[in-house]
């Protein structure tokens, strides 16, 4: 067989409503294809300066050490368990998902000893659950959990959660790779220690980027550490040296259009405000649930409160093949939504809308097409339905946005 | 003091001649910034396979694993060490410039035993010192060495160092992060195990991403070790699930746009051809380095075979800033250069030449600028003397190639 000619790329045109990467603003997409620069040029520090100043806006911090590390959101939640936890170190941590076993699995990768707290999936970790593991292991250091668990769409009380790990003396690390920018995300009110996220969520930037902050507490401890942190490429104590200090020395070379693209993404979110970002993201959300409600489809994630407004877990009806909605949704109508991961797969499926997804009319087509394949595939829907019943939700929330502003006048 | 409001960066426009990253062809930049689409996409997954295709091609390998590790060349180099030393490990690790010295930090981190084998910086890596330490440590399981010293500007003989770990039964891990396409590496031909590279050099993509080769010897050695790598994100037991596998399974999200333009890079090489590009750098070189000897310049490396076609590194020439000459050049001409690392800093520039960025153009563009600068300084060139050498070179190799082309036919 003679191997096929290869040619230039050229992706399809997709509509992104899976677990990320969400679509990207064509501002942020033009800032990336701008000439590279070296890492080291005045013009390219300058503008670190800035992508610090905007990453704590977003985080609603003001922690010196806040910066993107050159890595996926992975990558963020690695640099925060080698660096903060050392050989023989308890580490409590909670999976009520996916991605808290990811942080049980670099416990251990550390050698430290993860005291699990389980809890269910589609319910927010119990602070009661927590509280009980740090009286029962008052050597405890660490309390790590997941702000926005993405592969239910449950969101968990971080502030109580801190509050729990701060009064038995734990430091917090905090899994924010969806939360931030699409739910409140509030480090310093909260008092959150080391918390990592990922640029190709709620930021809708190209995949790749890990913002991450640090207090100083985390700082103490890891400059302070006698041992040597296990990994060369994210020992905090060297990458201060790049990101931290104001005499910069070369440690990696930072991937730069990724960061021009990041500063493009920060600047949109502070452009449009973080309050009514999170009000955006929630507003789509209630016009998408209401349409899903109008299908009669159900959450995985019972209590609204515990809900993400911008990814969505709901559960694949009975009967229908859940493979097959998904790949008719990118094949007939460009539209990616994403599949149940772990214990979940096959049972569910998860909508996102972040970010710049997160608008009117990716919630229309979404309606529209999931209820023009499941009518097809027998289940009982009337087309037209779930699309009614979004447009009222949100002509219901415009009453309720003017009544509001009208009473506050 | 009121903060700065920020708004969009707009990087200036520099020749980039340093130690990478190199300019980025506009068909790579134009790449990037297509619309992302999802990591499992048919798509994607289709792309994924030519480049892996693509990198098999620029590698010079038919190594089954060989693809782009989602971080920056640091990245790839850790990702040889965590998967291939388990604590204890012997490694022999020679050392004659920065990178081999960072090697050393990686073995040591992952709790093996270097083997430090003391190179002179801008000398070549000596076989018969690898031999040596290898006789006198039967028990040592791996030689690890920079192809190409972008510190120091000096290749070493890859094909050597591979035969003679070989025949001490060891496995080679190879840093190939700046000779990849700007001078010969044949990773089948010569036999190498574990290959690494960077994006930013002479393949001119954007910084951020470390393709890798692992002959099956490598994989054999991770898929049967019984104790756990030390890192989640570099395991490669985790990673062949989506990169070496027909069935992919989600692991951690890709730099999808940058793959995009990696895509796009390699397929620019391959357009050319891997020969003409390492001949484009090799006539570029000369030039470049026939204007550096009309102005009286040296090279740290001495011996015109050890020289690396892609970095020149050039001693300062007494009573000269150093610092000065590289932000003139910076601020009046917007020529990036580089300067020394570790104990080289302050005593050489480093002129890079490194794949879109090589051509006739920035030769004669430096140069003159170079000139210019120095001449101000009081350092004895006659203005032009070098530009004319350089033209001189660039005819000289025109007339040898037709000579060359005429006793073939
Ligand atoms: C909650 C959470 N944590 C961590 C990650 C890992 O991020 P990445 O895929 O960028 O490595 C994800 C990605 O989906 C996530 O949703
Ligand atoms: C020989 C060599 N190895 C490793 C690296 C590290 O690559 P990166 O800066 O992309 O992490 C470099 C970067 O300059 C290099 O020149």
């Given at each position: 067989m003679a191997a096929k000619k290869i040619s230039s790329f050229h992706p399809p045109q997709r509509v992104l409503m899976g677990p990320g990467p969400s679509n990207i603003n064509p501002r942020v997409l033009a800032a990336m294809s701008l000439p590279v620069i070296g890492y080291m040029d005045p013009a390219f520090v300058d503008m670190m300066a800035e992508l610090k100043t905007l990453l704590r806006y977003a985080f609603q911090t003001d922690n010196q050490l806040t910066y993107p590390i050159s890595g996926p959101g992975s990558v963020g939640m690695e640099s925060c368990f080698v660096n903060m936890v050392a050989p023989g170190d308890k580490v409590v941590v909670c999976r009520n998902g996916v991605f808290g076993g990811r942080m049980i699995e670099n416990v251990e990768r550390c050698k430290g000893t993860p005291i699990i707290v389980e809890g269910t999936w589609g319910e927010p970790v119990d602070p009661n659950a927590v509280e009980d593991a740090l009286k029962k292991n008052p050597d405890a250091r660490i309390v790590a959990f997941v702000h926005a668990e993405t592969s239910t769409g449950c969101v968990s009380d971080a502030k109580t959660l801190a509050e729990v790990a701060h009064k038995h003396d734990c430091l917090t690390i905090v899994d924010a790779v969806t939360s931030l920018a699409g739910c409140p995300l509030k480090v310093k009110e909260w008092d959150l220690d080391a918390v990592y996220s990922a640029s190709?969520?709620?930021?809708?930037?190209?995949?790749?980027l890990s913002p991450v902050t640090y207090s100083d507490r985390v700082i103490d401890y890891v400059t302070g550490r006698?041992?040597?942190?296990?990994s060369w490429f994210m020992d905090l104590n060297l990458i201060l040296n790049y990101w931290g200090h104001t005499v910069r020395t070369y440690h990696h070379t930072a991937p730069i259009n990724g960061l021009f693209a990041l500063h493009e993404a920060l600047l949109l979110l502070k452009e449009e405000g973080i309050e009514n970002t999170w009000a955006r993201h929630q507003r789509h959300y209630q016009a998408l649930k209401a349409g899903f409600e109008a299908m009669g489809l159900k959450f995985l994630v019972k209590e609204e409160k515990d809900r993400l407004p911008q990814i969505s877990t709901i559960m694949v009806p009975e009967g229908i093949d859940e493979a097959e909605v998904r790949s008719k949704l990118l094949s007939e109508f460009n539209v990616e939504i994403g599949a149940g991961l772990g214990p979940l797969a096959g049972k569910v499926w998860r909508f996102g809308l972040m970010?710049?997804?997160?608008n009117s009319a990716n919630v229309m087509l979404c309606l529209s097409a999931l209820g023009s394949i499941l009518s097809k595939m027998g289940y009982p829907v009337k087309v037209g339905e779930a699309e009614a019943a979004a447009h009222q939700s949100y002509a219901n929330q415009h009453t309720s946005m003017a009544q509001k502003a009208r009473s506050r006048s």
């Open positions: 190709q969520k709620c930021l809708s930037c190209t995949p790749g006698k041992d040597k942190v296990q970010g710049y997804t997160a």
